[in-house]
Antibody
Framework: EEQLVDSGGGLVQPGGSLRLACAAS????????MSWVRQAPGKGLEWVAN????????YYVDSVRGRFTISRDNAKNSLYLQMNSLRAEDTAVYYC?????????WGQGTLVTVSS | ETVLTQSPGTLSLSPGERATLSCTAS???????LAWYQQKPGQAPRLLIYGASSRATGTPDRFSGSGSGTDFTLTINRLEPEDFAVYYCQQYGGLKTFGQGTKVEIK
């Protein structure tokens, strides 16, 4: 069974940092683009970033570019999102997702709360 | 960036009725790379439709997608109790974007 498990969320002060992780299993992780998608409380879905199979290409939504960094470790079947200079508006559930025709596999999500 | 606008915002229907959800793109969606997702409270989204009209694995055949270019539709025939949820469209042809969602609620 293809599975993604998100972790690393928590409460952080404005201006702080947090690193999210996503552990993949049940498929050849190195063969797929991967994405992070977030959802603010009571709001819709927002694509955040994605990364090519070998990590050589990365794309970001304008609101996080320069503050967030997506990366991956294919040897560990893991995806990461380093989040710096966090703002209140970054508060959301963050999901990792396997790219394909749409997103056929999602993690369960991890909650990031930015508040003092 | 391609902006997706979903309508209506909320659809109030009874079990057994047909739901018609619309998704309009601000520019033509590359190769009809348009997906639909269902999300229930406290759960991750679930892929229903990809390529505008192809059902994902496990999607019941009462769900169908249609459209091309800038106008897309998700139709749910004979609503079942488990179909009441929020539905999102997404274009994945370039930088990926989602619509704002349509809530299908019990009338």
């Amino acid at each position: 069974e293809e599975q993604l498990v998100d972790s690393g969320g928590g409460l952080v002060q404005p201006g702080g940092s947090l690193r999210l992780a996503c552990a993949a299993s049940g498929f050849t992780f190195s063969g797929y683009w991967m994405s992070w998608v977030r959802q603010a409380p009571g709001k819709g879905l927002e694509w955040v970033a994605n990364i090519k199979e070998d990590g050589s290409a990365k794309y970001y939504v304008d609101s996080v570019r320069g503050r967030f960094t997506i990366s991956r470790d294919n040897a560990k079947n893991s995806l990461y999102l380093q989040m710096n200079s966090l703002r209140a508006e970054d508060t959301a559930v963050y999901y990792c997702a396997k790219d394909g025709a749409g997103y056929p596999v999602w993690g369960q999500g991890t909650l990031v709360t930015v508040s003092s | 960036e391609t902006v997706l606008t979903q309508s209506p915002g909320t659809l109030s229907l009874s079990p057994g009725e047909r739901a018609t959800l619309s998704c309009t793109a601000s520019q033509s969606v590359t190769s009809n790379y348009l997906a639909w997702y269902q999300q229930k409270p406290g759960q991750a989204p679930r892929l229903l439709i990809y390529g505008a009209s192809s059902r994902a694995t496990g999607t019941p055949d009462r769900f169908s997608g249609s459209g091309s270019g800038t106008d897309f539709t998700l139709t749910i025939n004979r609503l079942e109790p488990e179909d009441f949820a929020v539905y999102y469209c997404q274009q994945y042809g370039g930088l990926k974007t989602f619509g704002q969602g349509t809530k299908v609620e019990i009338k």
